[in-house]
């Protein structure tokens, strides 16, 4: 079973250039989550799908983050503009629902850094 | 609101030595409760999770937590550490409702043959 994919890998852009991260889910699943994990830190959920709609964006800086999943699988992130503070590893997660017992699988990420 | 403390931020455990790393979270109700480790450039792993039941949970690669409710701890416990166990280590507290993981700051587990 492939798992979740993102790309890209890394990304290195000036402050106020906007960026875009791409998520491919598991195969199936129905919930999505972006995190942000800034260096030396634990992941943080910046927003939450269940298909296509949002369950939880309460982390989500609306002012420069937008994210959607249309069509309810592959999902962007999307930062506009960027500043310096944004540099951090952005994961893509997925699971089967949103129930606490459905695991979360997470991709590699992408790592951002801002100059 | 629910929160994850991982104390330490760094530990180093000599190869084959055991390794317990502390995690203390508070969150309001029964707290479903997991570890995740991740090596470089790798996304997060599930290791072990809790829910209910036993509070001793045995998880993958020989890992084991207990959970304690009396004190809000849920540390995880290896009997002997392989060089390969090297990585950082996040404990996480999930809610009820919709599946949303906090997380701790992370420990980063240096392993000295």
């Known amino acids: 079973e492939a798992g979740v994919a993102q790309s890209p890998r890394y990304k290195i852009i000036e402050k106020r250039q906007s960026v875009a991260f791409w998520c491919n889910p598991i195969?199936?699943?129905?919930?999505l989550y972006w995190y942000q994990q800034i260096l030396g830190q634990g992941p943080k959920l910046l927003i939450q799908f269940q298909n296509n709609g949002v369950v939880d964006d309460s982390q989500l800086p609306k002012d420069r983050f937008s994210a959607e999943r249309l069509k309810g699988v592959d999902s962007t992130l999307k930062i506009q503009p960027a500043k310096l503070e944004d540099s951090a590893v952005y994961l893509c997660?997925?699971?089967?629902?949103?129930?606490?017992?459905?695991?979360?699988?997470f991709g590699p990420g992408t790592r951002l850094t801002v100059l | 609101a629910q929160s994850v403390t991982q104390p330490d931020i760094h530990i180093t455990v000599s190869e084959g030595a055991s390794l317990e790393l502390r995690c203390n979270y508070s969150y309001g109700a029964t707290p479903y409760l997991f570890w995740y480790v991740q090596s470089p450039g790798q996304g997060l792993q599930l290791l072990l999770k809790y829910f209910s039941g036993d509070t001793l949970v045995q998880g993958i690669k020989g890992f084991e937590a207990e959970f304690k409710r009396s004190q809000s701890s849920f540390n995880l416990r290896k009997p002997s550490v392989h060089w390969s166990d090297a990585a950082e280590y996040f404990c996480a507290v999930g809610a009820a409702a919709g599946n949303k993981l906090t997380f701790g700051g992370g420990t980063r587990v240096l392993v000295k043959p």
């Open positions: 195969s199936g699943h129905a919930t």
């Open positions: 997660a997925s699971s089967l629902d949103k129930v606490p017992s459905n695991e979360q699988f």
